[in-house]
């Protein structure tokens, strides 16, 4: 009896590049790395973590600065059969102290920079050991320079974990999205046969890689055809707007469509070799995706996603994209809009959005009854989103049932936010909401009751909480007002504070 192939997600991405190892994978501004030097610079990253103890299943935690290094780091733990866990860069000591105590990995990797401030952190968590990744250079880059590479493959089952990432929690504690290789390579195969990915295709790389959308969806169907990254640092408007003629796809957020808008480089002509805009991990407002199409000639791709199942529907490649549609499911998936019984209703009816399939992440770390409550009793997971499928099977979405405020394409709870406002001397009570912005699409903003005291203000709360959050997570704006808005059972009334105030940026 012959056992079954390996799920091994780095497997997969071997066989769509293993005849181009002498095509350049990343061009970045200071050098090009082949898929040759990736898959070689993964392998000795991969002795290195043998060499600390790491096994299949251990936790390998990363907050570290984008780079090629970074991405041969991933490809790595991918390769030994570690759990890639990766953090946003801008959380603070105090974040990150929370995550190595949850993951327990067996290594924590962070910017040369922070070390000092890490190394308490990494002792109290039992973190065995704790090393550096720059952009260049760091203790595993010199380590992994020395060590032997290690370039086998480990087997790996479909349902086996890959990488884990946190999604804020909506009472303040994150939860650690289990993800499968499995899951992962639905997702890449997916979207590499639904984007038409081609070859010859040049990525147009403007986003971090410490989540799903720059790491996943942007890097992997690349990888599985082969194609060159342009791997940007960051996004800048005009390098990205220089850049746009060598490139064939772009993969933004709102925020880099808005800016780009407003530029007057930013042409058809500017656009003439391009292939595809996708817009994601935030809604794009119809007026821009309209004014877009007027400036670029192209007609950005909007698609709808989250952490817990990588992308869960695309606008077609061919075919109408109407804009504020977010399109139809992707392959290997099943999607349903239901009433508060879990009952289909009829087509362009508002309700919640549900979906189950194979690219489903496994469930949340070490929390299995939060993994139940977000799933149905027949199987469906709740996306908490509220939307409407028309009679062809395309979603539109119209909101989120629960509080979440989505700001320059990063994910923020309003209850984390008010959890810290709310210890500092003078606040009383504080709500934290989403207003418009036609840059970060929602603004965090907090409305803040004080205790009677002249000597808070908005700059005193900002320096208290300037080292507890991401400064994605802190508000823009401080109201300050006498009383929440709140209904008969005491419940504060944030839909009230929303409507009443959705003019406050303009």
Not at 403 to 426: A, F, H, K
């Amino acid at each position: 009896m012959t056992s079954a192939p390996s799920a091994n997600l780095y497997g997969l991405f071997f066989q769509g590049f293993s005849d181009r190892l002498d095509q350049v994978f990343l061009r970045t501004q200071t050098r090009d790395f082949t898929y040759g030097d990736l898959d070689r610079r993964s392998a000795q990253f991969a002795g290195a973590l043998l060499g600390q103890g790491v096994t299949p299943g251990d936790r390998v935690v990363v907050q570290v600065e984008k780079s090629a290094d970074g991405v041969a780091l991933y490809l790595a733990c991918l390769r030994i059969g570690a759990v890639f866990v990766t953090l946003n860069t801008a959380y603070t000591t105090d974040e990150v102290a929370f995550f190595l105590g949850d993951a327990s990995p067996r290594v924590f990797v962070c910017d040369p920079e922070r070390r000092g401030a890490f190394e308490s952190v990494a002792i109290e968590a039992n973190v065995a050991h704790l090393e550096t990744l720059g952009i260049v250079g760091g203790s595993l880059a010199v380590l992994a320079d020395r060590c032997e590479p290690h370039n086998e493959v480990v087997h790996r089952e479909p349902t086996d974990q890959a990488c884990m990432l946190y999604t804020s929690g909506t009472t303040g504690r994150s939860k650690g999205a289990m993800l499968t290789h499995g899951g992962l390579a639905a997702t890449a195969t997916g979207l590499h046969q639904e984007w038409g990915w081609q070859r010859d295709d040049v990525l147009l790389h403007v986003l971090p890689i410490f989540h799903v959308h720059g790491l996943f969806v942007a890097l992997h169907p690349a990888m599985l055809g082969g194609s060159t990254v342009l791997f940007h640092q960051s996004f800048d408007l005009d390098a990205t707007i220089d850049a746009l003629p060598e490139a064939t796809v772009l993969m933004g957020v709102p925020t880099i469509y808005n800016r780009l808008l407003q530029s007057d480089r930013f042409t058809p002509e500017q656009c003439t070799n391009m292939r595809l805009f996708t817009s994601g991990s935030a809604p794009l407002p119809a007026d821009k995706h309209d004014l877009f199409t007027t400036k670029s000639g192209h007609v950005i791709l909007n698609r709808y996603g989250m952490t817990e199942a990588g992308i869960i529907t695309t606008s077609p490649l061919d075919g109408d994209r109407p804009a504020g549609t977010v399109g139809f499911a992707m392959p290997g998936l099943e999607l349903r809009v239901v009433d508060d019984n879990n009952r289909p209703i009829e087509p362009n009816t508002p309700g919640s959005v549900q979906i189950k399939g194979t690219t489903l992440f496994a469930g949340y770390w070490q929390l299995p009854e939060k993994t139940a409550s977000e799933h149905t009793d027949d199987g469906w997971f709740i996306t908490g989103d509220v939307g409407r499928l028309d009679a062809h099977g395309r979603l539109t979405l119209d909101g989120r049932a629960g509080d979440m405020i989505i700001t320059g394409g990063y994910n923020v709870y309003p209850r984390e936010v008010e959890l810290c406002i709310n210890e500092v001397d003078g606040v009383f009570e504080s709500a934290v909401v989403g207003l418009p912005h036609d840059d970060f699409g929602e603004a965090v903003t907090a409305f803040v009751v004080l205790q009677g005291t002249d000597s808070t203000n908005a700059a005193s709360i900002e320096a208290a909480i300037g080292d507890r959050l991401a400064r994605f997570k802190q508000p823009k704006r401080y109201l300050f007002i006498d009383e929440l808005p709140r209904n008969a059972m005491s419940k504060v009334q944030k839909v009230a504070l929303r409507r009443d105030h959705a003019d406050l940026y303009g």
